[in-house]
Structure formats: structure tokens, C-alpha cells
């Protein structure tokens, strides 16, 4: 059995409280070993990591986002060849959506195929 590895990274965004941001994020890297934090040049921020991110974590962020803006959370990762999948979110300061990249493929090719029975086999 192999471990999964993946890749997170985030969008810049911006927030309402740096103070409360930095206070939550040290939080976030506690728990995230190797969790880094990118600094844009109009005081937006992001970060990546070269693992999956507990998202959990990163709700924490949610009330501190302005209305006009969003934090977009982009996971893949793998199991060797035998899982291959990706995961995004997008957090608002309303709501929160994610979509998983095989759930929308398998979706997809429903459509595409015009067969909503339409089944395959995407792991092993």
C-alpha cells in the first residue's frame, strides 16, 4: 500500500483583519506541517504545501473574508497509479463549495455519453 501525496495551493486573497489572519494561520501551520504562506504586494496572501491541507483549518479563515472576495483551495494528489484525483474549494464568507475532480468526470461522461447508467471504472 502506498501513501497518498498531494499538492495544495491557494489563490491570493484578501482578508478584513490581518492581525486575526496571522493569529488563525499560525494556528493552521501548527497543525499543517510545511504549510506556506505567500504574501502579495496589495496585502493579499496565499499558500501551498506540498501535502493535503486539513480544510477544516482553513474554514477557520471564513469570517475574516470581505464580501468581494474568496478564498479558491486546489488539492490533487495521488496513490502511486491507483487514486488520481483533485479537489477544489471556494470559500465565500456566505458559503463554501467544493467539487471533486472524479466526481465531475464521472458526471460528465454520463452527459456525454448521453447514459445516465453509464458506469467505469476510474481507481483500482
Not at 81 to 91: F, K, Q, S
Request: charged fraction near 30%; hydrophobic fraction near 35%.
Amino acid at each position: 500500500m502506498a501513501d497518498y501525496e498531494a499538492t495544495t495551493r491557494s489563490n491570493y486573497f484578501h482578508v478584513t483583519d490581518e492581525e486575526k489572519f496571522h493569529q488563525i494561520f499560525e494556528q493552521i501551520k501548527k497543525k499543517n506541517f510545511g504549510i506556506e504562506l505567500f504574501t502579495g504586494s496589495d496585502h493579499t496572501y496565499g499558500f501551498g504545501a506540498y501535502s493535503d491541507v486539513d480544510m477544516d483549518d482553513i474554514f477557520e479563515l471564513q469570517d475574516i473574508i470581505p464580501d468581494d472576495d474568496c478564498i479558491i483551495v486546489m488539492e490533487s494528489g495521488h496513490e502511486n497509479l491507483r487514486y488520481v484525483d483533485g479537489i477544489g474549494y471556494v470559500i465565500t464568507k456566505e458559503r463554501i463549495e467544493s467539487l471533486s475532480i472524479m466526481s465531475w468526470v464521472q458526471k460528465k461522461a454520463k452527459e456525454l455519453m448521453q447514459d445516465p447508467n453509464y458506469t467505469t471504472q476510474i481507481d483500482y
